[in-house]
């Protein structure tokens, strides 16, 4: 077996270093390290890949304070004897040593190893002769400054005893490495104006003597460390005891604001940061310095520098912005969040700094988020959302118009909540004529969050009920979205109604539904929502119960039920048990004959047993007992606080094997086992009379009710690496899909007998029926049974149908012609290539061709789709043919140096797919 490479080492180390290091210890391992470090024929691209692991993980290499002074000057020894020219490697090395010296807390001990680096440091970026041998030392000097910043955090004050060094450094450089001097000099000023803040009283040469201080390190600040400082985020900011002017003090502030339109974003709005916060420790420093500034950072479009204008007015407010300045500033984020060059999630930044704008004079004293009052429905009306919008932009607008329109006035307020009310039914219109899952997930989002600004306007709310309530009767799939709805509002509004009176309604439409309206798969959504209507006490239960009756009654529900409809309907009758109408005799015996009919007539036997179990709570406890029996803990502990009857202790057994225990982790997967192609069953024979219409006789046959349009995909069921010895052996394996799109039809549930781990896995066929022929991916949970009897339920990897995996041969009877197949590829072509045909498309792909290339492409992607076989200039022709009914044709010609692909299709939609899938296959 190979020796693994250092490439291969690292990555795993870093992949999972307990893993890792159970078959090496880390002194071993960073021994190893180190010595590879030291040895001169090791390359410099390998050395820095050596250090990766000090820089990610340290104090697993070095547990020890111990390890870590040593690891430091065995570090600090390679990087003495590194040339010049190692430009990388000597960053590398310095990044390396500052990250072991802080991790490892070394910097508190104050060794002598931890003050020679910092003396190094600084020795580094004093050193301005960046053109040795015609070399450029500045990415050394950067880092240096980079290192002495991070330690500089880490242990606030380490340099405010270097002030003046640094302020010198900052004002000699003039080229890019001034930003690193700038950012390390402001740091260092905020700490330093901090520690000032300790003291009870500060004279004027107390602050001169600090900006003008060279005396070493401040290790005073590393004995008693203080936390990270971010002044502007305490709540009590702290203050400089004094009473003199600071000049020197201004002038620097100053100085730093003039000179930091020459920094990038990034860094002008970490200065800004430090300077707010050391304006805001100085009485004497006005925050008008920064007025010079705000003119030129209001016209900015970096978001970083319009957060750091935020951090300013929370700062600073009337002190710094006046009444105009507030407008004016408003008014400009209201014009990015609808930018048309800017990006989504520049947009939603901008709206929500108009949701948090901090105001100069707020209303609320007690420190309530609201919205500012300069925010107006006329300011802001440009932000109204649309239906056209992106899901993210649609809903934080309809957030913050909902904020507006909340305290808007009474005339404005009345035609902006006729404007959101009906945006609601435009969006739940789409839902309605078939909306993809994601409109469905947002327009459910922006029912919720209309609800939690207005549930108090009646007449809307009774409205917004009868309009889901259509919905759900047209459209019952949406029961989950509804459930989990009603949900988030209890939540949100403890004292709403409107959840109530949504399932009371929905209740009502579920139970008075006309028989022939059912159907087993609808029949399950709607026992979703009579679960849920049965947890309200103020909701009569009485009609439930006599809807489950006549269904169990009057159809053949208990024979074709299954064992998931079962489950539903039992999940219903265990929130009938703690429902108050329990107690009412006639309900308690109608109650008794539902269970009582499923304990007799029920096709599935566990089904049966569950029946039986509540059949007999039912009629020998009394409702405490049996409210003590099937209410869980909150905490997810043990059902049974105390004793209620002898019964428990029997039934804490059978309990454990009735009820559906959820696994840690998956445990399973589904492997895609090669594909085997086979076109779909033609419903049609061949014509070889009416030429002309081949066409025609060939489509036909997609109007046929017995044409097959499906893809079968063929996957074994394995586990998934080690399980508990209780996983060896499953049986009664029943796997369910769940699709995260619309456009394929629902997968029905796959049953494995068992699944045994020093078996050969089982096959299992997915038949995939699409209603557009894209890529998706679908989730998929299994409920299995163990040898100890107990059921369990695992969720699986989600699994991904790519574009290629819909590809099927032409869908022609079984022993076809070459030549009627090519007929019809011809006809298509044309066909697709008539101006008539709107959705149909032509597109050209071109390749450089190899030696060879084409005949592997053919042979490896094209074998089962080939309509004709290359010809002696290399032409051939492809089709697939893409469910339900659509086709994707290549013309294949060889020209003198490439490929080129002629591509013509019956639907647009699929050219992005087809232009990717190409590129993939001819990537070399």
Not at 12 to 22: E, G, K, M
Not at 437 to 465: D, G
Not at 589 to 598: C, F, N, S
Not at 743 to 772: H, M, S, T
Request: contains cysteine.
């Amino acid at each position: 077996m190979a020796t693994p490479t250092w490439s291969q080492r690292i990555s795993a180390f870093l992949l999972s270093p307990s893993q890792f290091l159970s078959s090496i210890t880390s002194d071993s391992f960073l021994a190893e390290l180190l010595h590879e470090l030291r040895d001169d024929k090791a390359s410099d691209n390998t050395k820095v890949l050596l250090l990766s692991p000090f820089l990610d993980h340290p104090t697993i290499l070095c547990p020890t304070v111990l390890a870590g002074e040593e690891t430091t000057l065995e570090l600090m020894s390679v990087l003495a004897q590194t040339p010049q020219k190692a430009v990388s490697l000597k960053c590398s090395l310095m990044l390396a040593i500052s990250t072991v010296l802080i991790c490892t807390t070394c910097m508190e001990r104050q060794p002598k190893v931890a003050e020679d680096y910092l003396d190094q440091l600084f020795q580094t970026i004093e050193d301005t002769n960046d053109h040795r041998g015609g070399l450029s030392l500045q990415p050394i000097r950067a880092t240096a400054c980079e290192c002495l910043r991070e330690i500089e955090i880490s242990y606030p004050g380490l340099l405010s005893q270097r002030l003046e060094t640094l302020y010198q450094l900052k004002q000699q450089e003039i080229t890019v490495v001034h930003q690193a001097y700038s950012s390390l000099y402001t740091l260092a000023l905020k700490n330093a104006v901090f520690q000032l803040c300790q003291k009870e009283k500060v004279a004027d040469a107390d602050i001169k003597t600090l900006l003008c201080a060279n005396e070493g390190f401040g290790w005073k600040a590393i004995s008693k460390p203080l936390p990270p400082i971010i002044v502007s985020q305490m709540e009590e900011i702290p203050q400089v005891r004094t009473g003199v002017d600071c000049r020197e003090l201004k002038s620097i502030v100053s100085s730093l604001l003039e000179e930091s339109y020459l920094l990038t974003p990034i860094s002008q709005a970490a200065l800004f940061r430090e300077l707010i916060d050391v304006v805001s420790m100085v009485p004497a420093l006005s925050p008008a310095l920064f007025k010079s500034q705000l003119l030129r950072l209001f016209g900015t479009a970096q978001v970083e520098l319009v957060h750091a204008i935020l951090m300013m007015k929370s700062a600073f407010t009337d002190s710094l912005f006046s009444t105009d300045d507030e407008n004016f500033f408003l008014k400009r984020l209201v014009c990015m969040a609808q930018h048309p060059l800017l990006s989504v999630p520049e947009k939603l930044f901008y709206i929500d700094c108009i949701s948090h704008f901090p105001e100069n004079r707020p209303l609320s004293s007690q420190g309530d988020e609201s919205l500012p009052v300069l925010v107006t429905p006329h300011l802001t009306v440009s932000l109204l959302p649309t239906v056209f919008n992106d899901s993210s932009t649609m809903l934080s607008r309809l957030k913050l118009m909902c904020m507006v329109y909340l305290e808007a006035d009474e005339g404005e307020e009345s035609k902006g909540l006729t404007y959101l009310f009906d945006h609601l039914m435009a969006l739940l219109k789409i839902v309605d004529n078939h909306g993809r899952r994601e409109m469905v997930v947002t327009s459910f989002r922006a029912v919720f969050i209309f609800l939690t600004y207005f549930s108090q306007i009646v007449k809307l709310t009774e409205v917004l009920i009868e309009k889901l309530s259509e919905l759900y009767s047209r459209h019952c799939r949406l029961a989950p979205n509804l459930i989990n709805l009603c949900d988030r509002i209890q939540d949100h509004l403890e004292d709403s109604v409107w959840p109530v009176e949504l399932l009371k309604t929905l209740q009502r439409l579920v139970v008075e539904m006309p028989p022939s309206q059912l159907t087993l798969q609808n029949f399950s959504w709607h026992l979703k929502i009579l679960k849920r209507a049965a947890m309200e006490k103020e909701i009569p239960q009485r009609s439930s119960i006599h809807f489950l009756l006549n269904a169990l009654y009057h159809s053949s529900l208990c024979e074709r039920g299954g064992w998931q409809v079962g489950n539903a309907i039992l999940a219903v009758c265990r929130n009938l048990l703690l429902h108050p109408c329990v107690n009412q005799a006639s309900v308690s015996i109608e109650l008794a004959d539902l269970l009582h009919q499923m304990t007799g007539h029920y096709d599935d036997t566990d089904i049966r047993d569950h029946a039986r179990f509540y059949y007999t709570l039912l009629t020998n406890l009394s409702l405490e007992k049996l409210s003590g029996v099937l209410v869980q803990s909150q905490d997810g502990g043990q059902t049974k606080v105390r004793s209620l009857s002898a019964i428990m202790s029997e039934t804490d057994g059978l309990s454990s094997h009735l009820a559906i225990h959820p696994t840690s982790g998956p445990i399973l997967q589904l492997v895609r086992l090669q594909q085997v192609w086979s076109p779909p069953a033609a419903s049609y024979t061949e014509d070889t009379t009416t030429e002309g219409h081949v066409l025609q006789h060939y489509r036909c046959q997609f109007s046929d009710s017995e044409f097959a349009s499906e893809v079968t995909l063929k996957y074994k069921l394995a586990y998934l690496g080690e399980t508990e010895p209780l996983f060896d052996k499953l049986f009664s394996i029943c796997m369910s899909f769940d699709l995260k799109d619309s456009n394929y039809e629902d997968i029905c549930d796959i049953c494995v007998p068992c699944l045994f781990r020093d078996r050969k896995p089982p096959e299992v066929c997915l038949k995939l029926k699409p209603k557009q022929p894209y890529p998706t991916c679908f989730k998929v949970s299994a409920v299995i049974s163990t040898e100890d009897g107990l059921t369990w339920r695992t969720q699986l990897p989600d699994v991904k149908v790519s574009f290629p995996d819909i590809f099927l041969p032409m869908p022609v009877p079984m022993g076809s012609s070459s030549s009627y197949k090519e007929e019809v590829f011809d006809r298509l072509w044309e066909d697709i290539c008539a101006t008539e045909a709107d959705r149909s498309a032509i597109s050209l792909f071109c390749f450089e061709v190899k030696e060879n290339s084409l005949q592997e492409m053919n042979k490896q992607n094209f074998r089962n789709f080939l309509i004709s076989e290359p010809s002696d200039i290399g032409e051939c022709k492809v089709l697939f043919f893409l469910p339900p009914q659509f086709h994707v044709l290549f013309r294949i010609n060889l020209t003198e140096d490439a490929v080129k692909i002629d591509i013509g299709t019956d639907n647009w939609e699929l050219l992005p797919y087809i232009n990717s899938y190409l590129l993939k296959i001819t990537k070399t």
